[in-house]
Structure formats: structure tokens, C-alpha cells
């Protein structure tokens, strides 16, 4: 079941924990923090919220294989020729990155690196976007292929 809301945050998320808890599910696949980013959050409060999160899930669906998903690039050149209106930067994407891998890594979690399938001349590849945050058909393809083998192992 997929429970992203666009324009979702790690707070959004962390709110409504019992909803992914109370179905139980056999894998939790976790991606949320650019909008946090574009919204102006600091790195500690979004990686606090994460780590609650992942807790919380564990705490009460002890059976749930939990994956953190790397936040994608994006690519700020392409934001702005479309006038959106976006705070984050890509040194950001990159160290908030490595800390949830981090923290993925002491909570006994998988990280999954999707950014680095995503990345050219340290940007989102604009083959893979509409807008220069949002993936196009052919990176949700991507995205399905780097995950797949995740998703489809018992």
C-alpha cells in the first residue's frame, strides 16, 4: 500500500506512524525529506523525525523489514528556468543523505543508494525529471529497477 501524500514532510509522516504500524506490513519502504529541505527545516529535526520513525515502526511492527531510500538530487538550474519556488540545495540532499545512512546503519535498517543512479555533473539528470524535483517516466523506471530486487525478496 502506498501511503506518500505529495508535498508530504518527516513530520507529516511521523504524525501518522500508526497508520503504516497498524497494517503490519512485511517491508516499510521510507523516502521523505526534500520537501523538509525545500521547506527550510534544519538537518537535526528531519533526522530526528526520521529516526522516530524507523523506532516507532520497530517498536510496533516487530516483524517489518524497514528500508530508508536515499533522497534523490535535484537539479536547481532546471528549478529555476521553471520559476519554482525551492529552498534546498544538492550539498544539502548529500549530507542529509549521508547521515540517514548513518543512522540507518546504527538502527539496524537497509540504505538504499538511489542517489547516485540519479546524478549527473552532481545534479538530478534532467533525462530523469519534469521540473527539475519530479522524476519523469523513465527515473520512476529506474527508481522500480533499483528497488525491485528489495521489494521481491521473501
Known sequence: ENLGISGDSTGG???RTNSIYNLKPSKVFIMIGTNDLSYG???EIIVSN?????????KNSTKTEIFVQS??????EIIKSNGIGRSEKNEDVVS???TLKENAT????KYINLY????????LNEAYTID???LDWQGYSIWKQAIEKYVTAQ
Open 132 to 134: 527539475g524535483v519530479h
Open 13 to 15: 509522516v511521523l504524525n
Open 116 to 123: 547516485d543512479l540519479f546524478t549527473k555533473n552532481n545534479k
Open 50 to 58: 526520521y529516526v522516530q520513525i524507523i523506532k516507532e515502526i520497530k
Open 41 to 43: 527545516l534544519n538537518k
Open 96 to 98: 542529509l543523505n549521508r
Open 106 to 109: 546504527q538502527l539496524g535498517v
Open 71 to 76: 533522497i534523490l538530487p535535484i537539479n536547481e
